[in-house]
Each structure stands twice: as C-alpha cells, then as structure tokens.
Antibody, heavy 119, light 110 residues
Framework: EVQLLESGGGLVQPGGSLRLSCAASGFTFSSYSMTWVRQAPGKGLEWVSTISGSGGDTYYADSVKGRFAISRDNSRNTFDLQMNSLRAEDTAVYYC????????????WGQGTLVTVYS | QSALTQPASVSGSPGQSITISCTGTSSDVGGYNFVSWYQQHPGKAPKLMIYEVSNRPSGVSNRFSGSKSGNTASLTISGLQAEDEADYYCSSYRSRGTLVFGGGTTVTVL
C-alpha cells in the first residue's frame, strides 16, 4: 500500500523559511516523479513543484520560482520542499503526491500539512 | 499562470448523468493528452478519478468517464449517487514544463 506522510508545516512570519518533507513507502520511490500541490483555505488546488525520479529535473510554478526548491533523497525515500521568502499568499495546505506532470496523473496523495504565513 | 475554466457548480438528481467541462487552450488541454480529474471531499485529500483524458485508475467506478474535444475536456458521472457529492478538479500539462489546475466544480446531488 502506498503511503505518503508530510511533515514540517507550521507558523512562520513573512520573509521566513520553512522546509516540508514527505516520507514515501509502498512503492519503488526512485522510479517515480514526485510533486507538491497546495490548497489555500477555501480555494482550489494549485500545482507547486515536481521533481523527476532521479532528481535531475525539477519544475516550478511561476508563483514560487526562485523562492522554493524541491529535492529528494532516494536512499531515504523522502523528498522535500524548501520554502524561502514566504508570503501571506503561500498560506495553504501542502500535499505531496506520487506522480509527475504528464503521464498517469497524481495517483496517490498524502493527507497534507498546513503552512500559515502570518504577520 | 491562469487556471483552466470549470463551472463553479453542477447539480443532478440521483441516477442522472452530469458532465463537468474543463476549458483551456492549445497550450494545455488542446495540445496534450495529459488531462486528469480529481475528486475531493471536504477536509480530505484529492483522489485521482481519470488520467490521460479517459483512463480510470483501478478501483474507480466505471460511472466516471473522461473525454476531450479540442480545448475542452469533460468528466461525466453517470448514475449519480449521494457519495459523488464533492469538489472536482481538472488538471492539464501546459507547455514549458508546467501543470495547471481548473478552478474546481462543486457537484451537488439533489
């Protein structure tokens, strides 16, 4: 059974940093692209970033490019999202998902972790 | 990055069929067969219902079907049931290595 467990959410002030992590199990982690998707309170889904299985290719939404960095550790079956220069509009539940931006869709999702940027 | 266009709400009676549209451009929906649909119940994580326009993951009811014509993709739910009441989101690959979601559609079972 595929399991994805996010951690690292919390409260942070504007301009601050936070690092989210997603621990994966139940599948061959290195064979899959992995993705972060966020959802602001009461709003729709927004794609944030995707990393290829090898970690060699990364993709970002314009809204986070230059501020967020995605990475992965295939030896530990984890992938992270380093979030810098956080803004109020980054407040959202952040989901990690198994899959990339083309084939197969996001087949499995974590339960999400809440990031609140407050002043 | 502008979102794909979905109706805000769609409703139907139990047993009826409903269709949710998802309109984009030739740079996303119309240009690639990488359209997915997700169901989200309140307070829950999204669930994949359709991928690559019309493929159903294992375990998803065959009452859910997807299609595409030009720049518009569609999700049809046949034999509507109370448990289908949820928010639905489409997504599509967009050129230059990005992905875009629709704004979401709330399905109400009357």
């Amino acid at each position: 059974e595929v399991q994805l467990l996010e951690s690292g959410g919390g409260l942070v002030q504007p301009g601050g940093s936070l690092r989210l992590s997603c621990a994966a199990s139940g599948f061959t982690f290195s064979s899959y692209s992995m993705t972060w998707v966020r959802q602001a309170p009461g709003k729709g889904l927004e794609w944030v970033s995707t990393i290829s299985g090898s970690g060699g290719d990364t993709y970002y939404a314009d809204s986070v490019k230059g501020r967020f960095a995605i990475s992965r550790d295939n030896s530990r079956n984890t992938f992270d999202l380093q979030m810098n220069s956080l803004r109020a509009e980054d407040t959202a539940v952040y989901y990690c998902a198994k899959g990339g931006i083309t084939v197969d869709g996001f087949q499995d999702w974590g339960q999400g972790t809440l990031v609140t940027v407050y002043s | 990055q502008s979102a794909l266009t979905q109706p805000a709400s769609v409703s139907g009676s139990p047993g009826q069929s409903i269709t949710i549209s998802c309109t984009g451009t030739s740079s996303d929906v119309g240009g690639y067969n990488f359209v997915s649909w997700y169901q989200q119940h309140p307070g829950k994580a999204p669930k994949l219902m359709i991928y690559e326009v019309s493929n159903r993951p294992s375990g998803v009811s065959n009452r859910f079907s997807g299609s595409k014509s030009g720049n518009t993709a569609s999700l049809t739910i046949s034999g509507l049931q109370a448990e289908d009441e949820a928010d639905y989101y489409c997504s599509s690959y967009r050129s230059r290595g990005t992905l875009v979601f629709g704004g979401g559609t709330t399905v109400t079972v009357l």
